[in-house]
C-alpha cells in the first residue's frame, strides 16, 4: 500500500491525514506590491481567501503544483521554478526581483532560507505568515500496514506522523524533496522522488515495483 499523508486524493494510494492546514484570518493591503512570491499550493489558497486582488500582480512559483494552483485561480503567473528547494528558488529568482516591491506569502514554520537569502541581496521583501500546519491526532490502530510506502511531502508531515507511529522496518520511505528528505530520522533508509509533487511520488513508486 502506498499511503499519503494528506487529504490529497490519487489513485493506488490511501489516505492518511496526520497534518491539518489551517488558514489566519488578517488584513492584507497589497497596495503597490509588484511581485508575490509563492512557495505552496496552500499559501495561494490562504492569500486568495484574503484578497482576491493578488490575481493582478505578477506571481512567482516553486514547482508544477503551485503554479497551476496560482493559473486555476486567475493569478498571473510570469515565473515558475523547476526546483523543490526554498534556497536554490531564491537565488534563482534575485535578478528578478531587483528594484521591485515584493511579498513573500508563507507558513508560520519554513524550511528553507529563502527570506535571509533574499534580503542579504538587497531585495525589498516583506513575508506574511498566512497558514500553518498542524497535528492530526492518529490512534496507534491506524498504523500503516507492514511493507507500506509512505510519502513525506513536508517536513511536517515527517513531524507529525513520528509522533504517533513507530517507523516500522518493512516501511519504505520517499520523500518529495530534498529538503524534505532532510528531516528524515537518520536510521531510516529513504528515497527521493526524482518528481516533486505526490503524483509524481506515486508514479515512482509504481515504477520501482
Not at 500500500?1 to 494510494?13: G, H
Not at 510570469?78 to 526554498?86: A, I, L, M, P, Q
Not at 513531524?159 to 537518520?186: Q, R
Request: glycine content about 4%; hydrophobic content about 40%; aromatic content about 10%.
Amino acid at each position: 500500500m502506498i499511503y499519503i499523508l494528506s487529504n490529497k486524493r490519487i489513485e493506488n494510494t490511501k489516505n492518511l491525514t496526520v497534518i491539518e492546514i489551517k488558514f489566519l484570518k488578517k488584513e492584507i493591503n497589497l497596495k503597490d506590491f509588484d511581485v508575490i512570491i509563492f512557495t505552496s499550493q496552500n499559501g495561494v489558497l490562504a492569500l486568495n481567501k484574503l484578497n482576491r486582488d493578488w490575481i493582478n500582480i505578477a506571481s512567482l512559483a516553486i514547482g508544477k503544483a503551485t503554479a497551476t494552483k496560482i493559473k486555476n485561480l486567475g493569478g498571473n503567473l510570469v515565473y515558475t521554478s523547476n526546483t523543490s528547494h526554498g534556497d536554490l528558488f531564491a537565488n534563482e529568482i534575485i535578478s528578478l526581483l531587483k528594484d521591485k516591491k515584493v511579498l513573500y506569502i508563507r507558513a508560520k514554520k519554513v524550511a528553507s532560507n529563502l527570506v535571509s537569502i533574499l534580503k542579504d541581496s538587497e531585495i525589498n521583501l516583506i513575508d506574511e505568515v498566512l497558514y500553518k500546519t498542524e497535528c492530526q491526532e492518529y490512534s496507534k490502530l491506524q498504523k500503516p500496514e507492514r511493507d507500506s510506502y509512505i510519502i513525506f511531502s513536508s517536513p511536517s508531515t515527517i513531524e507529525c506522523f513520528f509522533k504517533y507511529f513507530e517507523w516500522d522496518d518493512s516501511y519504505k520511505a520517499v520523500a518529495i524533496g530534498e529538503t524534505t528528505a532532510k528531516y528524515i530520522p537518520n536510521n531510516i533508509y529513504f528515497l527521493v522522488s526524482p518528481i516533486q509533487t505526490l503524483k509524481g511520488c506515486v508514479e515512482f513508486i509504481l515504477a520501482l515495483r
